[in-house]
């Protein structure tokens, strides 16, 4: 048997276990392969590492161990070191190959809801999130110099510091200030759920469209507000869908991955946790 998972803190919320199990389920896996669950925080990454086995073919990972995996890879791809952060890790070998598939997910999140080239941009929030929103903008196409809006401003060097290394050009300022930067195209709020929803009247007003990454409770005071206003909103389930799709091809080495598959089964759970 084949063992993947994913690992955070805390990560009793995760949707990972739902969409990669329902893509062993369509890819006629399921009785090769496994996908768990692990609560893991930043020193524990380490050891978890020590104590696998042969068996283990990847692992998905989330907050707080991104920057934790990516010191802790054997090797490295170019985008993950780019971004500062590996989510997956893939067993090559005798070693594991950290990669970065946010990146992939925000794009083709994007592209499928139409917007696939925004020439301006504004984040809010200045995390990890953040630095795979520049990435994907930069892959998006040629995209003005980004606004990024930071709770704390001293806070911001790892942003920062992945701008410089993706070659994009970056504006640190205070989320205080946000309605002097919504004249552009795409708003992206890499907040955690429920930090965005005092801003909604200032996003849904200022015309631009909105990647929200929140995914659960769903749709946010913000996303509603600016749907309303006949702008296109896209959510974070389908960023947390497509990278989870680029985790399983890379996990099993299949190009073909049942996205819709997928999408069904963590649609079916989320309107199941939200009827609780």
């Known amino acids: 048997m084949r063992r993947a998972a994913v690992l955070g803190s805390p990560v009793s919320h995760s949707l990972s276990p739902v969409l990669h199990t329902a893509a062993y389920e369509e890819m006629g896996l399921a009785d090769r392969w496994s996908y768990g669950m692990h609560e893991c925080g930043e020193e524990g990454l380490g050891p978890f590492l020590a104590g696998l086995g042969g068996?283990?073919?990847g692992l998905s990972l989330t907050m707080p161990l991104k920057r934790r995996a990516l010191e802790l890879s054997d090797t490295v791809d170019d985008?993950?070191?780019?971004?500062?952060?590996?989510?997956?890790?893939?067993?090559?070998?005798?070693?594991?190959?950290?990669?970065?598939?946010?990146?992939?997910?925000?794009?083709v999140a994007l592209t499928e809801a139409g917007i696939g080239s925004p020439r301006s941009a504004t984040v809010l929030g200045a995390g990890a999130t953040a630095a795979s929103v520049l990435a994907a903008l930069r892959e998006l196409g040629p995209v003005a110099p980004v606004t990024v809006l930071a709770r704390d401003t001293g806070r911001t060097g790892e942003v920062a510091a992945a701008?410089?290394?993706?070659?994009?050009?970056?504006?640190?300022v205070p989320l205080a200030e946000l309605e002097r930067h919504l004249d552009v195209d795409l708003v992206v709020s890499s907040l955690p759920s429920g930090a965005a929803d005092r801003h909604a009247d200032a996003l849904a007003e200022c015309g631009a469209d909105l990647f929200d990454v929140v995914y659960s409770p769903w749709p946010t005071p913000a996303a509603e507000a600016v749907a309303a206003r006949g702008r296109r909103v896209v959510g974070g389930f389908p960023m947390l869908l497509h990278q989870a799709a680029a985790q399983v091809r890379l996990m099993t080495g299949t190009e073909e991955v049942p996205v819709e598959a997928m999408r069904a089964a963590g649609e079916a759970e989320l309107a199941r946790r939200s009827a609780r």
Request: proline share 0%.
């Open 55 to 57: 068996e283990w073919a």
């Open 79 to 107: 985008l993950a070191v780019r971004v500062g952060g590996v989510n997956t890790m893939v067993r090559r070998g005798g070693g594991w190959t950290g990669s970065n598939t946010d990146v992939e997910g925000i794009v």
């Open 163 to 172: 701008a410089r290394r993706l070659g994009s050009v970056l504006e640190i």
